[in-house]
């Protein structure tokens, strides 16, 4: 008997999600007789729908329906939480490592492929700033958006009990470093959470809390194009929000967020999104990387110079046969991950079957960003909106694309409940710690030790 054609997916974000799906349906037939065989190899048991972290740190969506569980979308499929560590593919083998070999102490594994997808996405890109890994905050997961929530909440609690005006200050003073997505939309919703949450503490006003977003270039949000960035300042600064254009940040020792203007910000919240970089397991591989880490890709998304190699997302250089000029590249979001991975499936299928392969193009349809409950810019098909109609189309347009019938329903039912009752402003940081109750009860009394057993 011969062995099945093994395609390993290394990744289960957009791009190893929809890539697997896509693949265990045109591969039915040779899923079933055994010709062929799909394993994703993920870090963790589902994916996230990133644009909807945002909401989820504010309480509008629960944070178990912005993810996707994968076993249960990609039931042909393989699933090995774990990491893959290096990639050899002159020998078609990745070493990898997984919550067995772990327990089990016998180190990583060897696993052997045919054909190699690799996704592995991105990390947060950090520049060297002193205090920056001691008390900066992501906001890249499912579990940072839940905890910045509950960061946020326990701010205005230390604020409201104590009697120290300089922690009170600091405790309300929340800094976010990055005007792209991720920092514009996680700032404006969890600024509408607080300042709902404010009405609920008797010494807390709504202009106590101090919101910065410190930008390093002249504009925010980019991808809405610069009217509409333009008018995303003005909305922000009309609610009190302190938008700083061309400044970084220095520093953040000792809870000070120091800027490049001079400015000293005493803080206890300092949310860092300024960008992303590829995953660091790129350079682990012997797949040719261009200058910015991504691996070089075709237009038909396998690997340039490279057999059985496929790649797509933030993690692949792919050509944009459709901007026209010579050297031009998609952008790594997840407009272009999503349909990359449906045109890289069916290649891969194609591949495998003799048949010929299709270029991935796809021309730039806009983009959508929330400021907050009913504000929003988009900039979608040459049309610009603002207020409540982008803010509707925002939640329209990811209402269509989140993965599954489930997830939209319960992320539709939430949204309906949400507008018929009032906000959750509940803190649950002790999900953060689960044990410390049990352990402090399991814990002797002091001086128990000193008592001389009966």
């Known amino acids: 008997m011969t062995e099945p054609a093994r395609i ?184 509408d959470m607080a300042r709902y949450t404010a009405r609920y503490y008797h010494n807390i006003k709504p202009g106590d809390l101090r919101w910065v977003l410190v930008e390093a270039t002249g504009r925010i949000l980019p991808e809405v194009g610069e009217k509409m960035g333009r008018y995303a300042v003005r909305e922000l600064r009309a609610r009190n929000v302190d938008v700083r254009l061309e400044t970084r940040l220095d520093s953040c020792e000792d809870r000070v967020a120091v800027l490049s203007d001079g400015t000293r910000l005493p803080t206890r919240t300092l949310v860092w999104t300024a960008g992303v970089r590829p995953s660091p397991l790129l350079a682990a591989t012997d797949l040719p990387l261009d200058g910015r880490g991504r691996i070089r890709c075709t237009a038909r998304l396998s690997v340039e110079g490279v057999e059985h190699a496929w790649a797509a997302g933030d993690a692949a250089a792919v050509p944009d046969v459709t901007s026209g000029e010579p050297g031009g590249e998609c952008a790594p979001n997840a407009q272009h991950a999503v349909r990359q991975a449906r045109v890289l499936a069916g290649n891969i299928a194609a591949s495998l079957r003799g048949q010929p392969l299709e270029e991935y193009a796809h021309a730039y349809a806009g983009s959508v960003a929330s400021l907050g409950l009913h504000k929003g810019v988009a900039h979608v098909y040459g049309r610009k909106l603002k207020g409540y109609p982008a803010w509707f189309m925002h939640r329209a347009y990811h209402l269509s694309r989140v993965p599954t019938f489930n997830r939209k329903a319960r992320v539709l039912a939430e949204w309906t409940l949400s507008g018929l009752f009032k906000r959750e402003i509940v803190s649950l940081g002790s999900l953060e710690h689960p044990r410390a109750e049990f352990e402090l009860a399991a814990s002797p009394p002091p001086g128990d030790d000193d008592k001389p057993s009966s």
Do not use: W
Not at 55 to 70: D, F, K, Q
Not at 114 to 122: H, K, Y
Not at 137 to 166: C, W, Y
């Open 8 to 191: 390993l997916v290394v990744g289960g974000g957009y791009v190893g999600m929809y890539t697997a799906l896509r693949l265990q349906r045109q591969l039915r037939a040779e899923l079933r007789s055994g010709a062929a065989e799909i394993v994703v190899v993920t870090p963790e048991p589902y994916m996230t729908y990133q644009p909807f972290l945002p909401e989820a740190a504010a309480g509008s969506i629960s944070p178990r329906h912005v993810v996707v569980p994968l076993r249960r979308v990609l039931d042909r499929c393989r699933i090995l939480i774990g990491e893959v560590r290096s990639v050899d593919h002159a020998r078609r083998t990745a070493t990898l490592s997984t919550l067995a070999t772990d327990e089990e102490g016998t180190g990583p594994v060897e696993l052997t492929y045919d054909e190699l997808v690799i996704a592995p996405g991105s990390v947060s890109r950090t520049l060297p700033v002193p205090g920056l890994a001691e008390h900066g905050i992501g906001f890249k997961t499912v579990e940072e958006a839940i905890g910045l929530r509950n960061h946020v909440i326990e701010q205005m609690d230390i604020a409201s009990s104590t009697r120290d005006p300089a922690i009170r200050d600091a405790a309300l003073t929340f800094v976010f470093v990055g005007g792209g997505y991720a920092g514009v939309e996680a700032l404006a919703e969890l600024e």
